[in-house]
């Protein structure tokens, strides 16, 4: 009778729920991932469209051989802190094109983990613009990140129905420019309109009083014939002062 002795390695395979992560668009970001054990530690960073290559570490040091282009120079690991089970990624300059879904794979002696991370990117909202000319009020606002709604609204509020209309163009940075155009109606002149753009991680606001407005076309006449009137009379008097030189030379 023969005995025969097998021995196996058995090698486990840990996943993590997703982390949500947001990223400002041009900014430096951080990717967390961690690991307990490092011990003869090797990490890998994908994109998992494509199984794009991020970053790779093993033998102690970063390997770039098979990084992708479009993250070269722009990836690095907290190094002083790997020892401590600190994997996480730092991106830099993050741009649109790098939203999507991140795996973050350690492999050690003792076996292999897979953490993902889910990537946004948010170009917020940083200025509003509204003006008026003569019926018609315009807002816009440029290089937004997601796709930005634009809303009008009075205050107080009003029953009258608001008609505008906007466009929200794409650009090649795949950045959006957003524009609206509202009519106002001439009757109505007690009424602040505001103009809203928001996503679904910020919002701004602008307001413009119309009542401040066409009372300054109002008045505006007044103050200008008032002014006419100050320089006429401060004209009239300088007259006069030469007349009264003139005639004192005189009479020497």
Known sequence: HRTETYTFFLTYLHMDNDTEVSCVLMQKCMLPCSSQDVTQIIIYWFKTSGDIHV?????????????????????????????????????????????????????????????????????????????????????????????????????????????????????????????????????VKDLDYSCTISTHRNRKRATLSRWNLLSYLCVLPSLLCCLFCFFVVCYIKNLDKCHVIVDKSLQV
Request: with cysteine; hydrophobic share 25%.
């Open 55 to 187: 970053h790779s570490f093993y033998d102690n040091k970063d390997q770039h051989g098979y990084q992708d282009q479009r993250f070269r120079d722009r990836t690095s690991l907290f190094k002083d802190q790997i020892s401590k089970g600190n994997v996480s990624l730092q991106l830099a300059g993050v741009k649109v094109q790098d939203e999507g879904r991140y795996k973050c794979h350690i492999s050690t002696l003792h076996g292999n983990r897979d953490s993902f991370i889910n990537l946004n990117v948010n170009a917020p909202v940083q200025k509003v613009n509204i003006q008026q000319t003569g019926n018609q009020m315009t807002c816009n606002s440029e290089g937004i990140y997601p796709k930005p709604n634009l809303t009008w609204t009075t205050s107080p509020p009003s029953n009258m129905s608001l008609q505008y209309k906007t466009t929200a163009q794409e650009t090649q940075q795949l950045l959006y420019n957003i524009n609206s155009s509202l009519m106002v109606s001439e009757r």
